[in-house]
């Protein structure tokens, strides 16, 4: 079985740009396959972000240095050429299967079988961090929050958008 690349899908039928699917969660009850193959694009989540400083957007130097220095800033960065058609075919074809505690989403795309798994996503987005840190203090995640402007700390770490500044909100919405 071929793994997703996104290299061999360039050459194929027309392409979508800037295009982040918009996905409705349904209750877990539903049958995954429903769920995936029902997703649909929304025009008003397809804008271009520059990570850039401007005084125009000051107020945002923050979150764009957090974004500049961290290791998604490729993930984030990145623009392949991604096709409508090999989209549709993958969700309409989509099975999950658990091997040794690895998931694995198994599709055809144009006859050739395709695996996609967490470390084939972690490798093409450049996400090198497996063996990064997994839990951090209570005491370095609240620093973290105040200095984010998070304006009250709860007791447990349960967080809400609206107690966060207006910038790191706006960005908590675009990734979320």
């Not at 769920?35 to 957007?57: E, G, P, Q």
């Not at 096709?83 to 969700?91: D, E, L, N, P, T």
């Not at 996609?116 to 005491?139: K, S």
Request: charged fraction near 20%.
């Amino acid at each position: 079985m071929d793994s997703l690349n996104p290299l061999r899908l360039q050459t194929l039928s027309y392409k979508v740009s800037y295009y982040k699917p918009y996905i409705q969660f349904l209750p877990s009850h539903y049958h995954p396959k429903l769920t995936m193959a029902n997703l649909t694009f929304a025009d008003t989540h397809n804008m271009v972000a520059y990570l850039s400083k401007s005084d125009a957007s000051a107020s945002f130097d923050q979150v764009v240095d957090f974004l500049n220095t961290q290791d998604i800033q490729y993930a984030l960065m990145v623009n392949p050429t991604i096709y409508v058609s090999c989209i549709k075919q993958f969700w309409a074809t989509v099975s999950i299967k658990k091997v040794n505690d690895v998931v694995k989403l198994r599709s055809l795309i144009n006859g050739k079988r395709v695996v996609v798994t967490e470390d084939i996503i972690r490798q093409a987005l450049c996400l090198d961090d497996a063996n990064g840190v997994e839990c951090l203090p209570y005491e370095e995640i609240f620093t973290e929050l105040a200095r984010m402007g998070y304006e009250k700390p709860p007791p447990k770490l349960t967080f809400y958008k609206d107690f966060f500044s207006a910038q790191w909100k706006f960005l908590i919405h675009t990734l979320v």
